[in-house]
Structures are given as structure tokens and as C-alpha cells.
């Protein structure tokens, strides 16, 4: 306790038994301000006026535990933040259908683990839209009799996809997965959605040969060049061998899975993100 009189500085100290009562002696009349204090509760101040010759007693003082404020902040791993963001990207799909899982519309999305770069491949080489995609162009090819030697009939389309299944699974797993896991680059485009028109088509044509690190800075896509070129030499091996021309066809279908790229991704700036239903609405990110 202490007991504090109107125009004095000095202070006088007291301490309560053990049933809380309290006393000072020998204090002069007058108005006095009293302040009752203990560890852990908030201190209470009682004012008041002795008179002279005569005895003071305060009301009950009763101190009360102060009010606290707890705080508790939970935050997500870095490797919980990106499977989040994962599966909120395989959720994402042109008209509600098409699988458009490589695309990021999150401006400072989580770099993937090399677990997750092969889950997503997986994700997007063995989505059931996908390969219904491949047995089209399969059909496509058959009905032009692409690759003649593996002639018609069941058999001949079973060769074509197979062919055109291995350049789709070898270029998304070694393009998408193994490299971008050895080189750590991020297999995904960046959605851009702002600045100029000229600017963002620029920026989405780079998208074949331009990728996002790891690390946040932007680095040649080793990944897409190398997946591209594995896709088309895989590719080559299934093709009868008059069909083959050597390694021209294989860097003529590298390249033309690299300008395949390059169109998507302008396609993901100005179309697909508005047919992508169920994408995040969040802000762009602009490098």
C-alpha cells in the first residue's frame, strides 16, 4: 500500500496481514490518495480526506486480475502453403474441363518441392480430359494416315497413341519434373494480367524459353528445352523407321512443342483465364 498526501512527495508504505488489513499511523489531516497494488492484479487508488484527530477506514478494496489479451498467430509451413496452392491449381480448368494445372494466377505463389513437381506431372499426364486428348489426335492421325506404317484397324491406332502418349508423358515428367527438380525452376506459368497488351504478349511468347527460379529470379527454361527435345527423341523411337528422318524430325517436333508453348501461353493471358471458372481471384503479379 501506499499513501500518498496532497502537496508532499514523500510516500508512505505499508504492507496487509495475512486477512488484507492494513494501517498507517501518525499521518497528518488533510486529503490524502492511497494506492493498493499486488503482483499479478491490477492496482486499484483510492482518494479521500482525514480530519484531524480522527480515524479513517476505506471501503473494501478488492483487486481484480487485469484483462490480457492472448494472440495467436498460426502460420503454415512454406511446404503446406505450396501443397495448398496446389490443389487449389488442380481445380482449375478451361470451361470447367480441360485440365489447366501449369498455371499460377497467384502473384508470390510458394516454390514447389521436387515431391510436389512430380505429383503435379503426374496430376496433369494421367488427368482422364487428357488422355481422351491424345486418343482424339490419335484418331486425328489415323484418319490421315499419319505414319502408315503402322497401318489401321485397332492395332494401327494403339500404335499412334502409344506414340503420341509417350511425347506427352516424357515432355511433362522430364520438362515439368526431373529438370525443374535438378535446375530448380518453377515448371508453372506465371499469369501476368497487367500492362500493356504488347507487353503482356511478349512476356507470354518468352514463356517457352523464360521460367521462374526457384530462388524468385527469372532464368532461361532449361526445363521446357530439354523436356521438349526428350518428348520429341522418345516420340522418335515409337514412329516406324521411314517416318523417323533421322534427327530432323526430332528437332523440327521440338521445336514445334516449343512454339506449342509459346501459343499457350498467350492463350493463358488473354483466353484461358477468362474461361478458367474456378481459378483464384487474387491480384496479378507483374515482374
Not at 478451361?94 to 502473384?107: A, D, K, M, Q, T
Not at 504478349?201 to 523464360?210: D, E, G, H, K, R
Not at 516420340?235 to 528437332?251: E, H, T, W
Amino acid at each position: 500500500m501506499t499513501l500518498k498526501r496532497e502537496g508532499q512527495s514523500s510516500e508512505l508504505e505499508a504492507t496487509s496481514n495475512g486477512d488484507g488489513l492494513f494501517a498507517f499511523t501518525d499521518v497528518p489531516p488533510g486529503v490524502f490518495q492511497l494506492t493498493v497494488s499486488s503482483e499479478g492484479l491490477a492496482p486499484q487508488e483510492f482518494s479521500g480526506t482525514l480530519q484531524s484527530g480522527e480515524p479513517f477506514v476505506t471501503p473494501l478494496i478488492m483487486l481484480v486480475i487485469p484483462t490480457q489479451v492472448t494472440e495467436v498467430v498460426v502460420r503454415l509451413t512454406q511446404q503446406e502453403l505450396a501443397d495448398v496452392q496446389i490443389k487449389e491449381q488442380e481445380k482449375q480448368r478451361v470451361l470447367g474441363i480441360v485440365p489447366n494445372f501449369y498455371v499460377s494466377y497467384e502473384r508470390n505463389a510458394v516454390p514447389l518441392s521436387a515431391k510436389q513437381k512430380f505429383e503435379l506431372a503426374w496430376k496433369s499426364a494421367s488427368d482422364p480430359v487428357a488422355l481422351a486428348g491424345v486418343g482424339f489426335m490419335a484418331g486425328i492421325d489415323q484418319a490421315a494416315d499419319r505414319w502408315g506404317a503402322y497401318g489401321q484397324g485397332a492395332e494401327g491406332y494403339a500404335k499412334r497413341y502409344g506414340a503420341t502418349y509417350a511425347n506427352v508423358f516424357t515432355s511433362t515428367f522430364i520438362g515439368g519434373a526431373v529438370m525443374p527438380s535438378l535446375l530448380k525452376q518453377d515448371p508453372r506459368y506465371f499469369y501476368k494480367g497487367t500492362g500493356s497488351t504488347k507487353s503482356r504478349i511478349l512476356y507470354a511468347l518468352a514463356s517457352s524459353v523464360m521460367c521462374k527460379g526457384d530462388n524468385g529470379r527469372w532464368q532461361p527454361n532449361y526445363s521446357n528445352v530439354i523436356g521438349s527435345f526428350a518428348g520429341a527423341g522418345m516420340q522418335a523411337l515409337y514412329l516406324p523407321a521411314n517416318d523417323r528422318r533421322g534427327s530432323g524430325f526430332v528437332v523440327s517436333s521440338a521445336l514445334i512443342r516449343l512454339g506449342e508453348t509459346s501459343l499457350t501461353g498467350v492463350l493463358q493471358e488473354f483466353v484461358f483465364s477468362k474461361l478458367t471458372p474456378n481459378r483464384p481471384r487474387r491480384s496479378t503479379w507483374q515482374p
